[in-house]
């Protein structure tokens, strides 16, 4: 009930101000739950044209349109396998059930973004992380991110990503991700050398920023 809720009163603000961006700290505030971000892309999900913008958001229009992509429910059995797979651990930051969190599985590459509900498409994370995903995710242009990770090759993928985030610090597991390999950094040395990209580490933990040639910095 508190999830029906709380997306009823973003798609009540949204509607009440259709065309106008609207803050995230006001759809926080108007949710009233932490989950807000999840719940703007359940609604984006269902045919609401919700745009994402640096700020916040922007519903475009009033009607709902029909969605034909069916998110296929993950079977207790595949669930079984993945938790086995991953020794029952969160792929992200290790965590098991012994450290008091709950393991979810989860896609990898979202199914907004074109990922199948296939065992290689699919992980153990904790909710925690889990959720940071989630709301990582609801802050990326999901049609934009389809056609990009239709793309054939990994070079050409990250090319396009990074492209698509310039001057926002891109994290490795990103990175990982939407190349779709392990050998990545590989690829990012071949965008900087033949094509000259400046794709620089962006801290310590390795994560990346991309700043186009005419940025004015």
Known sequence: MAKKGSKKKIIELFLQNVGLEIPRERIHEAAGVMEWARRVR???????????TPK????????????????????????????KRDNSLCRRCGKTVDDGVKLVVDHIIPVEWGGQTEEGNLWTLCEECNLGKKDHESDVDAAAMK???????????????FRHKPNETITRE????????????????????????????????????????????
């Not at 984006?44 to 994402?52: K, L, S, Y």
């Not at 009033?62 to 969605?67: A, L």
């Not at 990175?175 to 990012?188: C, L, P």
């Open 42 to 52: 359940e609604l984006a999900q269902e045919g609401w044209e919700i745009e994402t």
């Open 56 to 83: 916040g958001y922007i519903l475009r229009s009033d009607e709902k349109r029909e969605v034909d992509a069916v998110r296929i429910n993950i079977s207790a059995k595949v669930r079984y396998r993945i938790l």
């Open 147 to 161: 056609k990009i990770m239709a793309l054939s090759a990994a070079k050409d993928r990250l090319r396009e990503y």
């Open 174 to 217: 990103e990175v990982q991700i939407v190349s779709g390999i392990s050998e990545y950094a590989r690829r990012i040395r071949e965008l900087r050398n033949d094509e000259r990209m400046d794709i620089t580490v962006a801290n310590a933990r390795g994560d990346y920023i991309f700043r186009p040639a005419n940025d004015a910095e």
